[in-house]
Structures are given as C-alpha cells and as structure tokens.
C-alpha cells in the first residue's frame, strides 16, 4: 500500500519537475522523501534491512537480488539513486554499472562492496560511479552518501545545506542560524556538518571521532577531545536559537534532532 | 667446517699413516736390497781372491782404486775345521783417505790343499751405499709427499666440481624468500641423488609456499566474507537503535553490542588490509612527503591529548619518500598513534628523522619483547588496542624493504624507520 502511496506522489512530483526549478525540486525531495532508490544486493537480509531503513528515512526503495532482475528493473524504470553491490552471483555488478551508464541513464550509483579495494573503487568511479562505499558500512552513514550524492545531482543548491534554521555554506565553510552567521572552529563546522548530514540516527561517538578526525582514532578509552568540542558546539548553537541541537543519548552517542525533544 | 675441508682432510688423516708404513717398508726392502748386493759382490771378490791363492797366482795390490781391502793370515789348525762365512758393518781406516769410514766386512775361512786354515777378511767401503740410502730416503720422502698432496688436490678437485650443483643449490636457498617461488632453483639431471634432492627441495618449498598462499588467501577471504554479516548486523542494531522504541536499560546493551561491533569492524578491516599488503595490491607509488603527513598527525594527536603530552619534533623541511601514498599515512599514523597512546600520562612523545632515519619515541618504563612487538595480535594490555597496528608498521616496510627496530634507552621506548 504504501509503495503504490509513493509512487502516485512520484508522479506528482514528475509532473512538478518541469515547472519547479533544481533547487526547490531537491528541496521537495529531500523533505517529502519521494526518492526512488534501486538496491541490487544478493544478501537477502542485508537487503531486507537496508530496504526497510531507507524506506523509514522516506524513500522509495525497490530491490534487486539478482544481475538480471537489477538489468530488468533499469531497462524499465527511473531512479534517483542506485546502491550497487559488485559481487553478484550471477555477474559482475561493475558490468551492470557500465550498462547503466551505457543506457545513457542519470542514475545515480553508489557501489557498495566487500572488497574494500583500490582497484575496484578507481574502476567503479571511472565507470560513472558517484560513490564508492565499502562493507561493513553503517546506515547513517550510506544514508549521508546517499544525500550528498543526490544533492550533487542538483548543482544549484551543492554548496549549501539546510534543516530547519540552520544552514551551512560548505564552500565558504559559514554557518548561519535563524538568519545569522555564527563563528564555529574548524573541527566543530565538521561535527555540526556530520550531525546535519545524518539526522535522526543515533551516532556513536567512536564513529563519530573516525568520521569527523579520520579512520585511525580508535583510542576507545579517551574521547575527551569529542566531549569538549561537542560541548562547545551545543552552547553556540543554544545561543543562537537554533531550532536543532546535538543531544547526548545515555552517554553512548549523541543525536542530531530538535532542540526542544 | 665445509665439506669440502672435511672429506680433505680426513683423507690426510688416513692416507698419512699408510704412505709413511709405505715408505717404511719400502725403504728397508731397498736398504736389504743394496746390503744383499753389496754382500754379494764382497763374496765375489772373496772367491776370486781364493781361487788366485789356491791357484798360486798373484793377488791384486791391496790399494787398487776400488777402495776395497783384504787380508788373509793363517790360523792355528785348531781353528780351522771348515768354512765359514760372516757379514759385519763396522768402521775401517782406509789409508788411500787416510779416514775412517763405514765398511762392509767379510770374514772367510778357507783351507788350502794341505788343510792350512786361513782367514780372509775382505772389506768395502759403504759410504756410496750411505749415500744411496740417503738419496732414496730424501726422494722417497718428496715423492710420497707430493703423491699425498696430489692425490688431496685431485680429491678436492674432483669433488668440488661434482658438487657443484649442490653449491649451486645452497645458494639458491641463501637468496630464498618466501614468495619467491621455485622458478630459478639450479636443477642437475644427471646425478641421482642430486635430482633427488633438487626434486624434494623443490617439493618442500612448493608445499610451504602453498600453505603459505592458502593461509594468505584464507585471511583474505575470511574478512572478505565477514564484511556482509557485519554490514547486516551493523545494520540492523542502527536500526533499532534508530527507530524502535527502547528501554534505557535494552539501549545500553544495543549500545555496547554496536561498540563490539565496531571493533570488530576495524579489526576486521585491518585484517583485510595486511593481507592486501602481502599480496602487493598496492602497487602505485609516488613521492610522499613524510614531514607533512608526521606534522599533520601530530596536529590531531596534540588536539587529542591536550597538553598531558608533550610532543618535540626535529624534522627538515621535506623529507621525501617513494611509496604508496595510503600505505605512507598508515605506517606514519600508527607508529605515532602508538607512541601518544602508550606514553604515560604527563609523557613524552619525540619525532625525528636523521640520516634518513626516522625515529618515534615515547617514554616509558621498561623494554617490551622485541621479538614478539611486531606480531599479530601482542598486545601490551591496553583497552582499544587491536594488536595489529605494529604488525600494519611491519609489513608496510617490510613490502618496501624498509627496516623498523625497537629498542629501549633511557626510559625512552624508540621506534626506528630506516628508509
């Protein structure tokens, strides 16, 4: 039901495309959610939880397990966003990717792989690829690949983002709330764009030190350095209005959501 | 002792006794010999002198020129009741010298035809025999010698040249390396025993070298195949950390689970990324700056830290090495992420590099197992150590032939980089 729900709104939104222009069409998208995401993963139930994790974040996701099921779905239908698995049982996911772009299609294609190789992700991206995710990934984290990726797709509006009152410009690296700008340190510009970048999940502050300072901060006994730089990010942004914040959960992670929550 | 020395050497050991038993013998058949003849030609001249004495002819002149001499006196009839005959050596004046010198002497009896009983004494001179004697000795001597050093020379000779291929086959295993497969390993097929050899050698390091590929492989493998299960179980924790609703107490347990996770992740993917190393997938290099990627690693370390360590670096400019850029960043950060997390509180940390050698120190307060430091999995105990960063170190230099050591001086742990 609430595929066939989505899709008419796609149509909708379809008809709208050609009126709206690139920088209200992504907006509408990002906030009405009517994003068709293709996943051609051969691992049911990796597939079945991705499936319903981006459903819940407002896409419309469909699903291929196979490299001809995936080749079928692509002949027939538009989507905005294509997560690729590369090892597929019955063929090379690279060759589908080489297909699509053959067709001449927009689609957007994140490979996802097991084989966290440098030759596989230079290929991958040479072929047409937009992004290059390797296993095992976390949700928030293909969900903020999957953002930038689309909001790549529409130039007009790449270089700033928005939730709410708080808007980051990411070429000039401002941030203005309720209208203002405010002056963020460097460190703390990457912990609000990775926050805003993956609203609503819950993210743990070892994955967080690795997103924000790099692979190798895996000293799990000494986040001092997050604390102090997340406790200095929250008191500006209170000070500034801002309709979110960073909110600590139960001292494990922290969460990007309303301030007032 | 090579073997070569060894087989010669025994040989001399053996052949030195029997060539001198040899020579003995030989020497003294030689001396009877010349005694036999010497005795011989006495008798001669004796019984030439008694046949001219029977038959009333004149006797030679006692100094005759062939330094013989004789005598022949009577003796009292008593004495004389046959003949006999006896050899002596003893020391005789010769007066044509007018010097004493060795002589063989021959006494005789003999009996005229009116039973008148006489005694001959003939004598010769021996020195040309002393001579001889000596002359065969010396030859003897050098002879036996060179014989024994000839027979050493050929041996060794011969030997070495049939074990050439077995030479050639220690060498080869000298400059053997695992991985480097049996390509280039001398073969002889015409020795039996050496083409057996070669084939288990061959056999051995094919065998070794193949457990060694499948155990490379199975690591790969296994990581490669985790990724998927963790991805979904990953996966599925975020998913109901995300979206259901959840006790404070089931959270904290979903929390530590992805915590677990995480380090698995990591482990795992560090796993991944040494068996690439072995396999050489890294094959691309460029000219890496040390000196930025150690300046920007200490930017973060610091940012980490605090001021609880104090870091001192002495670095040139540039400090320019070839070698892939990823590969670069992971020694670089492990080696100084090792030293921040093990330097004690209020610590240390000193980067240098000098002479083309990199040098990372923490202090400390006594030395670590050096032999087993860069293995998989040794850990000093601290919490959120994977055990592999070391190992990562080890087998980036490895793959570049670069040297790492440990050693520990004055309180100091250092790590050295030698390019």
Redesign the interface.
Known sequence: MRSLKNRSLLNVNEDFKGKLNEEIRFLVILNTGYMKLLIIED?N??RE??Q??LT?EGYVVETASTFFEAEDKIAGYEYDCIMLDIMLPDGNGLKLLEHIKSLGKNDRVIIIS??????DKIEGLNLGADDYL???????ELSARIKSVLRRGTTAVSNTMNIDNISLDLNSRRVTIAGKEITLLK?EFDILLYFMQRP???I?K??LAEGV??D???????F??VYAQIKNLRKKLTEAGADNNIKA??G??YKFCEATE | MKLITRVTLRLAIVLLPIMIIWGTVFFFYMVKEINDETDDSLEDYAEMLIRRTLVGKELPPPGNGSNNTYSIEPLPDSAGNGATISFKDRRIYIHEKKETEPARELTMTFLDRRNNAYRLVVSTPTFEREDLLRAIFTHLVILYMLLMLTILFVTAFIFHYSMKPLYALLRWFDKYQPGNGTDNMPADHQTQEFRKLTEAARHTIERAESYMERQKQFIGNAS??L??P???????I??M???TTLT?EQ??EL??M??SL??M??L??TL?LLS?IENN??PDRADIDLVEIINNEIG?YS????DSIKCSTKLPEKFIVSMNE?LAT?MI??LI?NAF?HASEEGTVDISIRKGELVIANNGNEALDATRLFDRFYTSG???S?GLGLALVKSIADSYSFKVEYSFKESKHLFKVRF
């Open positions: 691992d139930s990796l939880i991705m319903r994790a819940t097991a084989r966290d190789s440098l030759d390797p296993k095992p990934f976390y949700m928030a460190k609503g999940h819950i743990d070892a994955v300072w790099g190798h901060i895996d000293m799990a006994d000494n001092q350095f959960v139960y494990f992670g | 490669h195949e990724q998927t963790l991805a979904i179980l990953g996966t599925r975020e998913w950390i995300d979206n404070e959270f904290a929390s530590k992805r915590q995480h380090r992740n990591r795992n993917r991944l690439k997938q890294f973060i940012e980490i830290y605090g990823s992971t950060t492990n992420k997390l601290k919490k959120g994977t």
